[in-house]
């Protein structure tokens, strides 16, 4: 028999709100006590107040969010301005190298296949995944000089059913200049595991080798 009370918090305290206040108004029809649902009441009275903390937490955990993405932004901005600067002097190679800035190789033949592989990092924040492709061979965000994009490819997997064993097994949903990426789930996807991979593709659209998966759940 299937258990009859709600799944998700709200939905969970409002249907005990109302068995509490009904039964206690009238216990004997319900074979219980008036002292019995005193003692309901107060559990009911602790989560209430233990939920209300959880919400003003999580609001605060999001303008602590808010308040750091937007600090990063105005840093990238900042550094993509100093780095346009550089690349505009030119600045040397070496230079450029030891300040960790992009050294742009001129000599490279266009339209190679690129041979790195790209994986995928993922942050979860609540029901969205945010991404960031990253070279595997140098941990950083940024396409080797033979990659013109990144390909990215998902498998949303149920709880109790396989994960893909590879590219093969999963759905290519965008190909994309940038290196990172948000996306944003829906209350259905609450639960479910995210599996990810990513591969680079060079200007002639050659796929370079796939990338390893990465797996994230949908959080609530």
Known sequence: MADFLKRGMADFIAQADLIVGVVAGS???YATTAAVMTGVNAELTALQAAEANVQAQ?????????????ARHNLEESLREINRLAQAKPASPED???????????TRTPGTQPTERADVRVEVVGQEHRLTFVDSDSLRPTRPAAARMTELYRAV???????PSGVDDMTLIGTY?????????ASADIGKTIVYLARYVGARNQQ???GTTTAASVAA
Do not use: E, F
């Open 96 to 106: 450029l190298a030891v300040a960790g800035l992009p050294v742009h190789d001129t």
């Open 27 to 29: 216990p004997t029809t």
């Open 58 to 70: 999580k609001a605060a955990l999001k303008s602590s969010v808010d308040a750091r993405d937007l």
């Open 177 to 185: 200049t940038a290196s990172r990426v948000t996306l944003q789930y």
């Open 208 to 210: 370079g080798p796939a």
């Open 157 to 163: 997997v149920t709880p109790g059913q396989p994960l």
